[in-house]
Each structure stands twice: as C-alpha cells, then as structure tokens.
C-alpha cells in the first residue's frame, strides 16, 4: 500500500483544499453557499480524496484510475475559478493564483498517471 503523504501532488492538493475553504468560499455571498461554493469545495477535496483512496488499492492500473479521477475534478475546479472570477466572486490576482495552482497539481497528476502506465496515458 502506498503512503499519500508521500506524493507531492496530495501535499499541493490538501493545500489547495485549505485555501478554498479558508480564503475562497468565505468571500461568496451567502446566496451561493449551497451552490457554486459547495460544487467548489467539493471538486476540490475530491483532488486529495481520490489520491488516497487510489493509494489504497492494490495494482497500478486502479491506483491510476484514482488519479484519473483526480484530473477530473481539477478540471472541475480549474472551471470553478473561472466561474467565480467571471461572476465577481473573486478578483483577478486571486484567479491567477488559484488558476496557477490547479494547473500545477494538474500537470503533477499527468505526470504520476504516466509513470505508472509506463508512459501511456491511454
């Protein structure tokens, strides 16, 4: 079994996790608390759940099933940022950084799904 806090990318993503909820959701109105900012939160601990349920798990192939998984909500929340900027939720300087994080967990997790498909991504 593998050990998540051992992966950069689960670090970079539990961080990311604690700046959503600590800096980021607090500044929507509270019209959008059951909304937008409980989509935002979710798509972002799925980043870091799916890396430790995938740790969990005996073989490579469902381990980098997990972390596909994990793109998919970074995606998700990548969109999230957008959205939240488009709407005036969030200023722009906060959208760069958060835009420029989601990226690197991102292209973290294409490169771990990688190495463990043997360079494939298919």
């Not at 990318?9 to 996790?17: F, G």
């Not at 900012?37 to 740790?55: D, H, L, W």
Request: hydrophobic share 40%.
């Amino acid at each position: 079994m593998r050990d998540y806090k051992k992966y950069d990318v689960w670090v970079k993503s539990h961080d990311l996790v604690l700046i959503v909820y600590k800096e980021i959701a607090p500044l929507f109105p509270k019209s959008e608390q059951f909304e937008l900012t409980s989509q935002m939160k979710r798509a972002a601990y799925s980043i870091p759940f799916n890396i430790v349920e995938g740790c969990g798990r005996n073989s490579d192939k469902d381990f980098a099933h997990f972390l596909d998984m994990s793109l998919g909500s970074a995606n998700e929340l990548e969109y999230c940022f957008l959205l939240s900027k488009d709407l005036s939720f969030i200023d722009i300087e906060q959208y760069n950084l958060l835009f420029e994080k989601v990226n690197e967990i991102k292209a973290k997790l294409i490169n771990l799904i990688k190495s463990i498909r043997g360079g494939s991504t298919n």
